[in-house]
C-alpha cells in the first residue's frame, strides 16, 4: 500500500466505523477483553511462576518441615529438632527459623495491631537481605531475656514514623514492652510468606527461644524453618542427609517422635506457589481459549458487515480502485479496530492484574 494512500485511507477507515457504532463497539470490546484478560493472567503468571524470588541465589534457598503419616502438608517443625539438624548437617550454609507474630504498637496516643514474624538471628542473612538502615539481629539478642529490638519494613517505617531518618537506637512501645528499632528493610524487600497468608507484615523480632524453654519441646511444631543449601549441594542430596540425621535423632528419642517421622525439603519458590500453580496454568489455559474465541467472533463480525458492503465495493470498483487499492483500505479498518481493542485490552490487564494481585500476596 503506497504511504501516500495510509492518511487518507486512516481517515476513511475512522468514518466507516463512526457509520456502525454497535459494530464497532462490539469489535473493540471482543478483541480487549480477549487481551486484557490474556495479558493481566500472564503478567501474574510471570511475576509468580517464571520470575526468581527477590533473594539472593534463591535457587539455593529451601524450607524444611517435619511430617509424619497423618499430616495433609508439611510446613512446620520443632525448635529443639532444628537444633539438632543445625548441629549436625553439613548441607547448609545456614537455617532459619520463623514463626507468625502480633502485637499492638502503641506510639503517640494512637494504638495499632501490627504483624510481623519472631525469626533467628541469621534469617535476613540466610535470605541474602541487606538493611537500608541500621543493622540486622545478633546472636545474644536472639535470646529468651534480650529479644526486644525491631526491624520495621521500609512501607511501615514510612507510614508509622514519617521515613524518620533518626529511627535507628529510637525506643518503641509495644503492648506493654519497650523495644529498640535496630533497622529498616529496603523498599525492594518482599516478604516471606506463602499464598495463603493474609497478613501484611510490617516488623521483625528476634524469635528468643532457648533449649528447655516452654515452647522448645521436642513435638511442639509451630515454627518454619527456611535454609540455604551450599553451593555444591542438590536439594535431593540434601534431604537424604537430613532424613538420616533425623532417623538417628528418633532412635536417640523413641517417645518424642511418630515412627512415620520424616523431613520435608522443598524448594522455596514452589513452597510459596505451589498452591496455586494448578489455578494460576489452569485460568492460562482458560484465557487462552477466551482469546481465541474473542478472535473468531471478530471474524465472524467481519465477515457479515463484508456482505453487507459488496455494493460499496462493486461501486468503488467500477470506479477505477484496484485490487490491492481495495484490500488496503480494509486492512486499515481492521488496524484500528485491532489497535483500539489493543488500548482497551491494555487498560482492562492493568485494572486485571491489579484486582488479582489484590487476592493475595
Given amino acids: 500500500m503506497p504511504a501516500f494512500n495510509i492518511v487518507p485511507d486512516l481517515k476513511y477507515g475512522v468514518r466507516m466505523l463512526g457509520k456502525n457504532p454497535g459494530f464497532t463497539a462490539v469489535a473493540v470490546l471482543t478483541i480487549a477483553l480477549g487481551v486484557g484478560a490474556n495479558t493481566a493472567i500472564f503478567s501474574v503468571v510471570k511475576a509468580v511462576l517464571l520470575d526468581q524470588l527477590p533473594y539472593h541465589q534463591p535457587d539455593r534457598l529451601v524450607t524444611v518441615a517435619q511430617s509424619d503419616a497423618n499430616t495433609v502438608r508439611a510446613v512446620t517443625v520443632d525448635f529443639t ?18 514463626r507468625d507474630w502480633r502485637s499492638a504498637l502503641v506510639e503517640r496516643g494512637e494504638p495499632e495491631l501490627v504483624n510481623g514474624l519472631r525469626v533467628n538471628h541469621d534469617y535476613f542473612d540466610t535470605l541474602g537481605v541487606k538493611m537500608q538502615l541500621g543493622r540486622t539481629f545478633r546472636v545474644e ?21 514519617g521515613g524518620d531518618p533518626g529511627i535507628v537506637g529510637r525506643m518503641v512501645r509495644l503492648n506493654e514492652a519497650s523495644f529498640l528499632v535496630l533497622g529498616v528493610l529496603p523498599a525492594s524487600f ?21 533449649l528447655g524453654g516452654p515452647s522448645s519441646c521436642r513435638g511442639c511444631q509451630h515454627l ?13 542430596q540434601a534431604s537424604a542427609e537430613l532424613n538420616g540425621i533425623l532417623h538417628d535423632i528418633i532412635r536417640e528419642h523413641p517417645t518424642d517422635y511418630d515412627s512415620t517421622s520424616r523431613l520435608v525439603v522443598t524448594r522455596l519458590q514452589e513452597h510459596i506457589v505451589g498452591s496455586v500453580r494448578a489455578a494460576l496454568l489452569v485460568l492460562v489455559g482458560a484465557v487462552g481459549f477466551v482469546l481465541l474465541i474473542a478472535c473468531g467472533n471478530v471474524m465472524n463480525l467481519l465477515l457479515a458487515r463484508s456482505t453487507g458492503r459488496a455494493k460499496e465495493i462493486i461501486l468503488r470498483t467500477a470506479l477505477g480502485a484496484s485490487r490491492s487499492r481495495l484490500v488496503g483500505q480494509l486492512l486499515t479498518e481492521n488496524l ?4 483500539a481493542g489493543g488500548a482497551l485490552g491494555v487498560l482492562l490487564a492493568v485494572w486485571g492484574t491489579s484486582l488479582l494481585g489484590s487476592l493475595g500476596p
Avoid at 518482599?190 to 493474609?198: F, I, Q, R
Avoid at 501484611?200 to 532457648?210: H, I
Fill in 81 to 98: 529438632t532444628t537444633h539438632d539438624l543445625r548441629e549436625r548437617a553439613r548441607s547448609f550454609e545456614s537455617m532459619s527459623l520463623y
Fill in 190 to 210: 518482599t516478604p516471606l510468606v506463602d499464598t495463603e497468608s493474609e497478613n501484611v507484615l510490617e516488623m521483625y523480632a528476634p524469635l528468643g527461644y532457648a
Fill in 336 to 339: 484500528l479496530l485491532a489497535l
Fill in 224 to 236: 518454619q524453618l527456611v535454609a540455604r543449601l551450599t553451593s555444591a549441594t542438590p536439594a535431593r
Fill in 141 to 161: 539478642e536472639d535470646t529468651p531475656d534480650r529479644w526486644h529490638v525491631l526491624i520495621l519494613t521500609h512501607g511501615f517505617w514510612l507510614r508509622r514514623f
